[in-house]
C-alpha cells in the first residue's frame, strides 16, 4: 500500500464530504437507504478511533422533490429557499440516521464569510472542537440562505477542504458517484483511473469535467479542493459513496493525492487561503527577496505604496513593484501609520513605529 493510502487509512481525526449526487435524486429526493449505508461506514471509522466531521451537501437536492420542482434552480433566490427546505429534512436524516448508533449530530452551517473573518473562523474552530469533545458528529454545510453569490463557498468541496484545515484533519475523503478522478469525463467514453496524484505532473493532459445535474462543481472543483487540502499537508481520498466501506476501512479504492512535505499552521493557512484581504502592501525589489528568500519580517524601508482601506490586525497582499502578488501577510498597522513609515529606516522611526509593519510569522509566502 502507498504512504498516502496508508497515512489517509490511519488519519485520526478525518473530514467526510459527501456530494449531492451521492445523496439526493433529482426525482425522489433525498435517499435514506444510501444515507444509511454511509453512516454505517462513518460508524465503523469511528469505533475504529478517529474522530470525524461530515461536510455533507444535498439541502438543494432534497428540497426540489418536496416543492414540486424537477430541476436545480438557476437563480440564487429559489436555489436558497429550496435549500432552506432540504436542509431541515437533510439534517433530521443525519440525525434520524445517527441515532440508529446512539449518536447525536450538531448542524454546523458556515458561510465564506464566515472563515475569512478571524473571530467567526476562531468560533467555528471552538464549536467543531466542542462538539468533539462532546462525542457528537459535527453536520457541515454552507448556510445557503444567507450567502450570496460574490461570497459563496460556490461548491462544497473547496468548504471542506477548509474545513479539514481549520479542525487541523489529518485526512479529508471527497465522496461523490464516480469512483475516482480519471484522465477524462468518464461519462463521455473511455477514460483511465488515476489512483494517485503525487504532483502536478500526475494532472497532465486530465480533462477535468462539470458535474451531474445535482452536484455544483463537477471535478474541476474537487481537484482545486484536493490541491487545497494537500498542498496545506492534509492527504486527500477520492472515491464514491457506493464505496463507502472501503474508502473509509483502509483506503484501498480511489484516487489519493499526496500531501505537501511541511502541514501548514491553521493560521497560516488562513492567512494564505482563506482570510479576505483588506489592501495591498506594495514592495521594492530589495524587500521581496527579504521576505521571500530570507523569511525575515516586513520593514517600513522596503515598501514603496499601499492601497485599499485596512487597519491593524487585517490581512493584506504583498505585491512586487510589477503588481503581482508574493505573500500575505497580517499588518501591524493601519494604512494610514503606513503611509507615513514608507520608506523610512526603524531608527528614523519614533518608538511607537518600531514593530515590523509584517512579522514574519505573520507572512506566508505565495
Ligand atoms: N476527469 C473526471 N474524472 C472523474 N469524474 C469526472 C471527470 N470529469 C467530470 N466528471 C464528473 O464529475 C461528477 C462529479 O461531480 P459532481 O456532480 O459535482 O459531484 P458531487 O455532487 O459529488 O459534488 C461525476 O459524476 C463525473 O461524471
Ligand atoms: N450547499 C449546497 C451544496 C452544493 C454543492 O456544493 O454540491 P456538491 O457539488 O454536490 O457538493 C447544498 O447543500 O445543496
Do not use: C
Amino acid at each position: 500500500m502507498s504512504d498516502t493510502r496508508d497515512q489517509v487509512a490511519h488519519a485520526r481525526r478525518v473530514v467526510v464530504k459527501i456530494g449531492s449526487s451521492a445523496l439526493t435524486d433529482l426525482h425522489d429526493g433525498l435517499d435514506t437507504a444510501r444515507l444509511d449505508r454511509l453512516v454505517d461506514a462513518l460508524e465503523a471509522r469511528m469505533r475504529a478511533g478517529s474522530d470525524v466531521i461530515v461536510v455533507s451537501s444535498g439541502a438543494i437536492g432534497a428540497g426540489l422533490a418536496p416543492l414540486g420542482l424537477t430541476s436545480r434552480p438557476k437563480d440564487l433566490a429559489t436555489k436558497q429557499a429550496v435549500a432552506s427546505v432540504g436542509q431541515l429534512s437533510l439534517a433530521l436524516a443525519w440525525g434520524e440516521s445517527f441515532a440508529r448508533y446512539d449518536r447525536v449530530v450538531g448542524q454546523v452551517l458556515l458561510t465564506a464569510h464566515d472563515i475569512s473573518v478571524r473571530a467567526h473562523h476562531a468560533n467555528a474552530q471552538r464549536t467543531l472542537d466542542r462538539l468533539r469533545t462532546l462525542h457528537a458528529v459535527p453536520v457541515v454545510n454552507e448556510n445557503d440562505t444567507v450567502a450570496t453569490n460574490e461570497i459563496r463557498f460556490g461548491d462544497n468541496d473547496r468548504l471542506a477542504a477548509l474545513v479539514a484545515h481549520l479542525s487541523g484533519a489529518d485526512a479529508l475523503f471527497l465522496l461523490s458517484d464516480v469512483d475516482g478522478l480519471y484522465d477524462g469525463d468518464p461519462r463521455k467514453g473511455d477514460a483511465r483511473l488515476i489512483p494517485e496524484v503525487n504532483g502536478p505532473a500526475d494532472l497532465d493532459g486530465v480533462i477535468a469535467g462539470s458535474g451531474g445535474a445535482l452536484g455544483t462543481g463537477g471535478m474541476a472543483s474537487k481537484l482545486s479542493a484536493a490541491r487545497l487540502a494537500a498542498d496545506g499537508g492534509v492527504p486527500v481520498l477520492l472515491a464514491a459513496a457506493a464505496q463507502a466501506d472501503a474508502a473509509l476501512g483502509d483506503a484501498s479504492v480511489g484516487t489519493v493525492f499526496a500531501a505537501g512535505a511541511e502541514r501548514m499552521s491553521a493560521r497560516r493557512f488562513w492567512v494564505r487561503h482563506a482570510a479576505e484581504s483588506h489592501g495591498r502592501i506594495i514592495l521594492d525589489d530589495g524587500a521581496v527577496q527579504a521576505i521571500s528568500r530570507r523569511r525575515r519580517s516586513l520593514l517600513p524601508a522596503g515598501v514603496v505604496d499601499v492601497g485599499g482601506e485596512f487597519h491593524s490586525g487585517d490581512v493584506v497582499e504583498l505585491t512586487d513593484i510589477h503588481g503581482v502578488v508574493r505573500a500575505r501577510g497580517v499588518v501591524a498597522y493601519d494604512i494610514d501609520d503606513v503611509r507615513q513609515m514608507l520608506g523610512k529606516s526603524t531608527s528614523e522611526l519614533p518608538a511607537d513605529f518600531a514593530r515590523p509593519v509584517i512579522h514574519a510569522d505573520d507572512l506566508v509566502v505565495i
